[in-house]
């Protein structure tokens, strides 16, 4: 193993630890995904024999990046809300058609609600890994898959970050969440978290009905 990859490997054993402290400062599972690559990105530009306490750096280095990012939100706050945020009602219609197609197996359908540079990321935790699918034929595809899912549990609209998404929950306990981001009425991003520990984390309580 070169000094690369023995890096890497060391990087992959704090993740979930510095994900877990982005979410709490974010908010947002897209914006802990890029704090997490940012720190992984500056670890990598630094001479890591100069650390001693890798663990202790990372979270220092992911804490400044979140920090710059809420700074960068604060700054474009002077645009109205509704210039940044689509109507729930415009989403809702959105989520409710996509969900419709992908249980009724409609790949005509469901190309019809994804943009075609549509991005799937499915986040499985420590034992499935991370997975992205990029384009709208391949999203499709993968969310036809998503029969198993409305049969498996009970699926209910929830917010996500502010955004209309849905949860699958089994005896009551949540086992998956899609979060959706849609612009100009097609989703642009669908992010499926099925990591036990970061479900843990999100607050699910605001319903989308």
């Known amino acids: 193993m070169d000094a690369d990859d023995f890096l890497a490997d060391r990087f992959e054993e704090h993740r979930t630890h510095l ?11 897209a914006e802990t995904e890029d ?14 024999g ?32 509704e210039q940044r945020l689509p109507d729930p009602g415009r989403q809702r219609q959105v989520v409710d058609a996509f969900l419709a197609a992908a249980r009724d197996g409609d790949f005509e ?31 499709a595809g993968e969310a036809t898959n998503f029969r198993r899912f409305s049969r498996a549990y009970t699926v209910e609209p929830v917010l996500v970050n502010g955004m209309v998404g849905l949860v699958g929950r089994e005896n009551g306990r949540p086992r998956s969440v899609l979060g959706f981001t849609i612009t100009d009425g097609r989703i642009t991003a669908l992010e499926i978290l099925n990591d036990p520990e970061r479900l843990a984390l999100l607050d699910l309580s605001a319903s989308a009905e």
Not at 35 to 48: G, I, K, P
Not at 64 to 79: G, P
């Open 109 to 139: 359908a469901l190309l019809g609600v994804l943009d075609p540079d549509a991005v799937m990321r499915v986040d499985a935790g420590a034992a499935g890994g991370m997975r992205t699918l990029i384009g709208a034929a391949a999203v």
């Open 50 to 81: 100069e650390i001693d306490n890798l663990g202790g750096w990372l979270t220092t280095v992911v804490g400044r990046v979140c920090l710059d990012m809420l700074r960068t939100r604060t700054s474009r706050r002077e645009d109205p809300l």
């Open 35 to 48: 704090a997490v690559q940012e720190s992984w990105l500056r670890l990598s530009r630094t001479d890591s």
């Open 19 to 29: 994900r877990a402290v982005a979410y709490r400062m974010l908010g947002s599972l």
